[in-house]
């Protein structure tokens, strides 16, 4: 967790990265280099004074006043949830130069990449973004094949679903901590199939 003197905090997850310009974290315009999944909780007109925040992702620039909000870059785009406030996100063209821009509203989940033109949205359930900065992980009718990204991001292990149709499969649930041994037994009774973990191999399926 990266504290900065207004007390705006960016919490990164495994497997993330930050940079950032020594001493500028105080500044009117703040801008970091991020790639990973980080929670960015940042104060809005720290002691009166406006200031504006930008985080640089391999696909474009999420601008922010003062909001909650989760980043991540994984999978070759980069999504942005947005909590509360208000947040700008940013696509890079690099064809045309122009930048496509749309202003999220608190609730959606916004998807861009560098090699598409286009900046999808989508209404979703918050907590199954932001959860484990509190440690937890939190599904809701989330498909089987998110929770193995999620599972190989997090604990850096590989993944085989043998019946590829397991995919498909939604999960609802919550898990108090990130144990991952706790994780596959619930997840093995869940799905109805055996779950296997050897080092950094995690198969699923008969």
């Known amino acids: 967790?990266?504290?900065m003197g207004?007390?705006?905090q960016i919490m990164l997850n495994?497997?993330?990265s930050l940079r950032y310009p020594a001493g500028k974290l105080g500044a009117a315009r703040v801008e970091v280099w991020f790639e990973g999944e980080?929670?960015?909780n940042i104060r809005h007109n720290p002691e009166g004074r406006r200031r504006e925040f930008v985080v640089h992702t391999p696909d474009g620039d999420v601008t922010v006043l003062g909001t909650q909000f989760v980043v991540d870059t994984r999978d070759k785009e980069t999504r942005v949830?947005?909590?509360k406030g208000e947040v700008h996100v940013a696509l890079k063209d690099t064809l045309s130069r122009k930048k496509k821009v749309y202003v999220m509203k608190p609730g959606?989940?916004?998807r861009f990449s560098a090699r598409e033109d286009s900046i999808s949205v989508a209404r979703v359930n918050t907590s199954v973004y932001t959860s484990w900065t509190n440690n937890r992980l939190y599904m809701d009718d989330t498909s089987l094949r998110d929770i193995t990204s999620r599972i190989e991001q997090t604990y850096g292990v590989s993944v085989v679903v043998r019946d590829k149709n397991l995919l498909r499969q939604r999960v609802s649930g919550s898990l108090e901590d990130y144990n991952l041994e706790i994780l596959l037994t619930g997840l093995s009774q869940v799905l109805g199939v055996n779950i296997s973990h050897h080092d950094k191999l995690v198969v699923i399926g008969n």
């Open 81 to 83: 949830v947005l909590e």
């Open 1 to 3: 967790t990266v504290t």
């Open 108 to 110: 959606e989940l916004t």
């Open 14 to 16: 495994a497997h993330s």
């Open 38 to 40: 980080g929670y960015f």
């Open 6 to 8: 207004d007390s705006s």
